[in-house]
């Protein structure tokens, strides 16, 4: 994540990620959910201005505009995503050979937001070499809630 204003209305914001296998494609590659929940509490009003933001043309008071950005692993990569159960656009980069899918993610005081993203992972896994998968995070005020499901191969399975 990273703020997308001058504001500083991070502290107010709790984020929370779970990562579940999805489906196996006939590929043998297997898609993954990532699934991030947040949740801003900041109060509506009292915040000095350092805090709330500047209120222009493009942000109000209050309001959070932060940047999520979901990074596939190596050989992987972010297929769509949906927020709040309808899709969404991403916009996509690379980043040391991890595709970044990007979007820009605007909240007002009092909102919860679901953001599910689908990535796929690379072919080839489930051998005793592999590594076994790990989620990275951006630090903030508030700790992250984690869950993160064993990621099984899909040799076998056509889904």
Request: net charge negative; aromatic share 6%.
């Amino acid at each position: 994540m990273n703020d997308g204003t001058a504001a500083k209305l991070g502290y107010y914001l709790n984020n929370e990620v779970h990562v579940t296998e999805g489906d196996c494609r006939t590929d043998g590659r297997r898609e993954l959910k990532v699934r991030v929940v947040m949740k801003y509490d900041a109060p509506a009003t009292g915040l000095p201005d350092y805090v709330s933001g500047p209120n222009n043309n493009r942000n109000g008071p209050y309001e959070l505009r932060t940047n999520v950005l979901a990074f596939a692993p190596v050989g992987g990569e972010v297929t769509g995503a949906q927020r709040d159960g309808t899709d969404m656009a991403l916009r996509f980069g690379q980043d040391h050979g991890r595709q970044v899918g990007t979007s820009t993610i605007v909240m007002l005081p009092g909102q919860t937001t679901e953001i599910v993203y689908t990535v796929l992972g690379p072919a080839n896994v489930g051998g005793p070499g592999d590594v076994p998968p790990t989620l990275v995070l951006t630090p903030g005020v508030n700790p992250w809630v984690t869950a993160v499901d064993d990621y099984r191969t899909c040799a076998g399975e056509v889904g």
